[in-house]
Nanobody, 121 residues
Framework: EVQLVEFGGGPVQTGGSLRLSCAAS????????IGWFRQVPGKEREGVGC????????YYPDSVKGRFTISSDNARNVVYLQMNSLKPEDTATYYC??????????????WGQGTQVTVSS
Protein backbone atom coordinates (compact mmCIF):
# COMPACT_ATOMS: atom_id res chain seq x y z
CA GLU A 1 0.00 0.00 0.00
CA VAL A 2 1.36 3.38 -1.01
CA GLN A 3 1.75 5.66 1.99
CA LEU A 4 2.90 9.25 2.00
CA VAL A 5 3.37 11.38 5.09
CA GLU A 6 4.28 15.05 5.01
CA PHE A 7 6.25 16.80 7.75
CA GLY A 8 7.60 20.24 8.38
CA GLY A 9 4.73 22.66 7.97
CA GLY A 10 4.11 25.52 10.34
CA PRO A 11 4.15 29.29 10.67
CA VAL A 12 6.85 31.38 9.05
CA GLN A 13 7.35 35.08 8.39
CA THR A 14 7.43 36.67 4.97
CA GLY A 15 10.83 36.18 3.41
CA GLY A 16 11.55 33.16 5.52
CA SER A 17 12.24 29.57 4.57
CA LEU A 18 10.70 26.23 5.36
CA ARG A 19 11.51 22.68 4.32
CA LEU A 20 8.78 20.12 3.95
CA SER A 21 9.47 16.40 3.91
CA CYS A 22 7.48 13.62 2.30
CA ALA A 23 8.22 10.15 3.68
CA ALA A 24 7.16 7.43 1.26
CA SER A 25 6.60 3.71 1.70
CA UNK A 26 4.83 0.80 0.08
CA UNK A 27 6.28 1.10 -3.41
CA UNK A 28 9.50 0.96 -5.38
CA UNK A 29 10.68 4.50 -4.82
CA UNK A 30 12.95 4.77 -7.85
CA UNK A 31 10.11 3.85 -10.22
CA UNK A 32 7.88 6.67 -9.08
CA UNK A 33 7.65 10.41 -9.36
CA ILE A 34 6.67 12.65 -6.46
CA GLY A 35 4.76 15.86 -6.86
CA TRP A 36 4.11 18.67 -4.43
CA PHE A 37 0.81 20.50 -4.48
CA ARG A 38 -0.92 23.13 -2.41
CA GLN A 39 -4.49 24.12 -1.82
CA VAL A 40 -6.30 26.97 -0.17
CA PRO A 41 -9.94 26.47 0.86
CA GLY A 42 -12.23 27.55 -1.94
CA LYS A 43 -9.49 27.45 -4.57
CA GLU A 44 -8.24 24.82 -6.97
CA ARG A 45 -5.30 22.68 -6.05
CA GLU A 46 -2.05 24.01 -7.52
CA GLY A 47 1.06 22.05 -8.41
CA VAL A 48 4.29 23.55 -7.09
CA GLY A 49 6.71 21.10 -8.61
CA CYS A 50 7.66 17.49 -9.05
CA UNK A 51 10.62 15.18 -9.24
CA UNK A 52 11.30 11.95 -11.03
CA UNK A 53 12.99 9.59 -8.58
CA UNK A 54 14.45 7.75 -11.57
CA UNK A 55 16.67 10.49 -12.95
CA UNK A 56 16.01 13.26 -10.37
CA UNK A 57 14.73 15.61 -13.06
CA UNK A 58 12.47 18.30 -11.73
CA TYR A 59 9.78 20.64 -12.93
CA TYR A 60 8.51 23.87 -11.40
CA PRO A 61 5.73 26.22 -12.44
CA ASP A 62 6.59 29.88 -12.91
CA SER A 63 4.82 30.81 -9.68
CA VAL A 64 7.53 29.18 -7.56
CA LYS A 65 10.49 28.81 -9.93
CA GLY A 66 13.64 30.14 -8.30
CA ARG A 67 12.14 30.01 -4.81
CA PHE A 68 11.16 26.37 -4.37
CA THR A 69 13.47 23.38 -4.81
CA ILE A 70 12.54 19.71 -4.75
CA SER A 71 15.12 17.06 -3.92
CA SER A 72 14.97 13.35 -3.27
CA ASP A 73 16.87 11.09 -0.89
CA ASN A 74 16.42 7.77 -2.61
CA ALA A 75 18.25 5.93 0.15
CA ARG A 76 15.69 7.07 2.72
CA ASN A 77 12.62 7.27 0.46
CA VAL A 78 12.10 10.91 1.35
CA VAL A 79 11.40 13.85 -0.92
CA TYR A 80 11.95 17.42 0.23
CA LEU A 81 10.38 20.70 -0.76
CA GLN A 82 12.66 23.58 0.16
CA MET A 83 10.75 26.84 0.12
CA ASN A 84 12.62 30.14 0.25
CA SER A 85 11.57 33.79 0.08
CA LEU A 86 8.11 32.83 1.24
CA LYS A 87 5.20 35.16 0.63
CA PRO A 88 1.79 35.38 2.29
CA GLU A 89 0.26 33.98 -0.90
CA ASP A 90 2.23 30.78 -0.32
CA THR A 91 -0.02 30.07 2.65
CA ALA A 92 -1.81 26.79 1.97
CA THR A 93 -2.04 23.15 2.86
CA TYR A 94 0.80 21.38 1.09
CA TYR A 95 0.47 17.82 -0.14
CA CYS A 96 2.87 15.35 -1.64
CA UNK A 97 1.64 12.78 -4.10
CA UNK A 98 3.08 9.77 -5.88
CA UNK A 99 2.77 8.78 -9.50
CA UNK A 100 3.80 5.37 -10.88
CA UNK A 101 5.84 6.83 -13.70
CA UNK A 102 9.35 8.13 -14.28
CA UNK A 103 7.74 11.21 -15.83
CA UNK A 104 6.68 13.55 -13.08
CA UNK A 105 4.15 15.57 -15.05
CA UNK A 106 0.75 13.91 -15.18
CA UNK A 107 -2.00 12.60 -12.97
CA UNK A 108 -1.21 11.60 -9.40
CA UNK A 109 -3.10 8.79 -7.72
CA UNK A 110 -1.72 8.58 -4.20
CA TRP A 111 -1.77 11.45 -1.74
CA GLY A 112 -0.52 12.35 1.69
CA GLN A 113 -2.65 13.94 4.37
CA GLY A 114 -1.18 17.42 3.93
CA THR A 115 0.68 19.85 6.13
CA GLN A 116 -0.26 23.47 6.75
CA VAL A 117 2.09 26.30 5.87
CA THR A 118 1.17 29.78 7.08
CA VAL A 119 3.22 32.78 5.98
CA SER A 120 2.60 35.92 7.98
CA SER A 121 3.31 39.43 6.73
Amino acid sequence: EVQLVEFGGGPVQTGGSLRLSCAASGFTFDDYSIGWFRQVPGKEREGVGCISNSDLSTYYPDSVKGRFTISSDNARNVVYLQMNSLKPEDTATYYCAARASVYCIGQYDNWGQGTQVTVSS
